[in-house]
């Protein structure tokens, strides 16, 4: 059965720190990657996505994330959050779009 | 301009209740979709549309029954509402069901299920 796992369920770190938030996803196609963020309070909205090409994905915000294909993996990253980074971090990949459980992220100002 | 709309945003309401959800999406998309976000926060989808068709249904008690009048409309209604039905359902629209498309998500309606 396709499934996406999130490793980290919840992360804190302090502002200024670097970022790498785990996924990975078992589906045996071609694959489409998305990262999403829910803020606070606020609805889901998309911070990258990949469907093909460089593996490497810029997205808003300063993140990006890499698809690795022989680790199943796309990781997401950001060199240096901010405390405006707080938020819940949903990875998810097609078809049936299947989302992973959720990171929730903490930053210490 | 809100591009997806839920209504309510909140309903507290009584176990054995029946009630609706409405959604609206004004992107001309072709398919839209209800997803359950639980307590832990997981989200899990329920049903998806494409053109007003059912294209998706995961194992969702039957008391749930989604209803799309046209393709920029899909509500969710609910019928004997139970305590374990408590959670924040999110509806969300793409162009089309392929798989690359990004969907677009609603604000969300908060159940809460007395």
Redesign the interface.
Same mark, same amino acid.
């Given at each position: 059965a396709q499934s996406v796992s999130q490793h980290n369920h919840h992360v804190i770190l302090s502002e200024a720190a670097s970022l790498e938030l785990g996924c990975n996803y078992s589906y045996g196609g071609t694959v489409?990657l @998305?990262w999403?963020v829910q803020y606070p309070g606020?609805?889901?909205?998309?911070l990258l996505?990949y469907?093909s090409g460089d593996p490497l994905v810029k997205g808003i915000k300063g993140f990006e994330a890499e698809f690795i294909k022989s680790k199943f993996s796309f990781n997401l990253r950001k060199p240096s959050v901010q405390w405006s980074d707080t938020a819940?971090y @949903?990875c998810a990949a097609?078809?049936?779009?299947?989302?992973g459980?959720?990171t929730?992220l903490h930053i210490l100002p | 301009d809100t591009a997806v709309s839920q209504t309510p945003k909140y309903l507290v309401t009584q176990m054995g209740n029946d009630k609706s959800i409405k959604c609206e999406q004004n992107l001309g998309h072709d398919t839209m979709?209800w997803?359950k976000q639980d307590s832990?926060?997981?989200?899990?989808?329920m049903f998806?549309y494409n053109n007003k068709e059912l294209i998706?249904n995961e194992t969702v008690p039957n008391r749930f029954s989604p209803k799309s009048p046209d393709k920029a409309h899909l509500n969710l209604h609910i019928n004997s509402l139970e305590l374990g039905d408590s959670a924040v359902y999110?509806c969300?629209s793409s162009q089309s069901h392929r798989?690359?498309e990004?969907?677009y998500?609603?604000?969300?309606t908060r159940l809460l299920v007395l």
């Open positions: 489409n @998305f999403y606020q609805h889901l909205q998309l996505k469907f819940e @949903f097609d078809d049936k779009i299947i989302f459980k959720g929730r | 979709y997803y832990k926060k997981f989200l899990k989808i998806s998706i999110f969300a798989g690359q990004t969907q998500f609603g604000p969300g």
